[in-house]
């Protein structure tokens, strides 16, 4: 009796034992599942992961040594992205669209439905929420009644980032030759084509956009350059994130008011309240310790769900090349940035290195070359 008792309270113990032990590996790996680490040992170098379990809020992923800011730190020499010979991992590429499915699906979460709201409700901004904007009849009105991504799977799609690194690139036609062409922010293509194509099957636009890009619409030629730049777009879906940050409203609502008012065909979507969160929460969760995602990160975490291959063109975080020489922040304007500085909210020169991880282990292809080599 007495050791039968013993023996029972040891196995308890043991199994006790074992369940703390698994318990802390999965805290240390900061996972909710086991699988979801399968790709991530190679993702983030290794000395980083304590820190990056600390709620250490200056970026890091320095592969170890700090550099010198300026430069492209994730490309060591030895690390240096090769395009040609890049191959395409479809069993990771499968592995990684799942982990996302697991936060949120990018086909829902894409655009709110008319469904969901009417006129006059009102919404806390994501990232103000003590501030609210009310649901306008126009806007109502183009809230799309199904998700304009509603069963769309494509087998080859270009991400366009707006980084300098584009302008003499040569990547008009390679980025034109993918079956769907995501674009940031209605960077303007017909001068560039060349360098950045001329298709568009999507296109984000921040409200800031509207002011910066296009006078905040204040004019009948600024109107008409913005409408003409809307019209080059037929048919494809145009993004709005207008309930992220105060301050938009108005240019939102100009916006789309010129819309409807010249029946521009566009296929517009705002995106859930719950996307920024789900997609950071994907990224944190997987040890990327992102701060606000760019849109570039977050149009390719949601591009797995629709895209077989994803390319990436145009992402470049960095004021030089590797070569040394000045690289602009956008291909199409003066704008600088502070890509590591702390008032930003983003984190792009991780995000950089997170997709060159990916890149070298074939996740997606990341092209920050010139595209005429084979030519
Ligand atoms: C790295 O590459 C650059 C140009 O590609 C070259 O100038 C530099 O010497 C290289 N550095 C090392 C340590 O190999
Ligand atoms: C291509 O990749 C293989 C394996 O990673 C490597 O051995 C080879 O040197 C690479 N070739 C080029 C041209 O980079
Ligand atoms: C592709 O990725 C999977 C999952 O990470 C890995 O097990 C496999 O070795 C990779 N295949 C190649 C050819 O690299
Ligand atoms: C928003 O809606 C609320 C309730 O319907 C109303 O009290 C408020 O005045 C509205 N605000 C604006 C800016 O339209
Ligand atoms: C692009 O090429 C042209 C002509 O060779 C040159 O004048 C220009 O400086 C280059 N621009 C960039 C950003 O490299």
């Excluded at 320095?62 to 020499?77: I, Q, R, T, V, W």
């Excluded at 204040?218 to 494809?236: N, Y």
Aim: glycine share 6%.
């Amino acid at each position: 009796m007495q050791l039968e008792f013993r023996k029972l309270m040891f196995g308890i113990v043991t199994l006790l034992v074992i369940f703390l032990i698994i318990a802390e590996v999965q805290e240390e790996i900061g996972n909710i599942g086991g699988s979801r680490t399968l790709y991530l040992h190679s993702l983030i170098p290794k000395p980083n992961r304590n820190v990056a379990v600390k709620a250490n809020p200056t970026p890091l992923g320095n592969e170890g040594e700090e550099k010198s800011p300026d430069s492209p730190s994730g490309l060591k020499n030895a690390t240096r992205l090769s395009s040609d010979n890049w191959t395409f991992n479809r069993t990771l590429s499968s592995l990684i669209r799942k982990n996302i499915l697991g936060f949120f699906d990018p086909e829902r979460d894409i655009s709110i439905l008319k469904g969901t709201l009417k006129p006059g409700d009102v919404i806390h901004y994501v990232f103000d929420r003590q501030s609210t904007t009310n649901i306008s009849e126009n806007l109502y009105r183009l809230l799309p009644t199904a998700s304009p991504m509603k069963n769309q799977y494509h087998r080859s799609c270009a991400i366009v980032g707006n980084s300098g690194i584009l302008l003499n690139s040569s990547c008009g036609p390679e980025i034109d030759s993918h079956d769907f062409v995501i674009r940031c922010n209605l960077a303007p293509v017909e001068e560039y084509a060349g360098d950045v194509g001329r298709r568009t099957n999507l296109v984000t636009m921040n409200p800031s956009v509207v002011q910066r890009a296009f006078h905040d619409l204040a004019s009948e030629q600024w109107r008409e350059r913005f409408l003409q730049r809307l019209r080059g777009l037929s048919g494809s879906v145009l993004w709005i994130p207008a309930f992220m940050a105060k301050g938009g409203e108005e240019r939102v609502e100009w916006a789309i008011r010129l819309i409807l008012l010249h029946t521009v065909d566009v296929h517009t979507a705002f995106p859930s309240l719950r996307l920024l969160h789900a997609v950071r929460g994907y990224w944190l969760t997987n040890n990327v310790q992102i701060k606000r995602p760019t849109t570039g990160l977050l149009m390719y975490t949601m591009a797995t769900r629709f895209c077989e291959e994803i390319h990436l063109y145009g992402f470049w975080p960095f004021p030089r090349d590797s070569q040394g020489k000045p690289v602009k922040y956008h291909y199409y304007d003066t704008l600088t940035y502070e890509y590591t500085s702390h008032a930003s909210p983003h984190t792009m020169p991780l995000e950089f290195r997170t997709l060159s991880s990916l890149h070298r282990q074939g996740a997606l292809r990341l092209n920050t070359g010139s595209c005429d080599a084979g030519m």
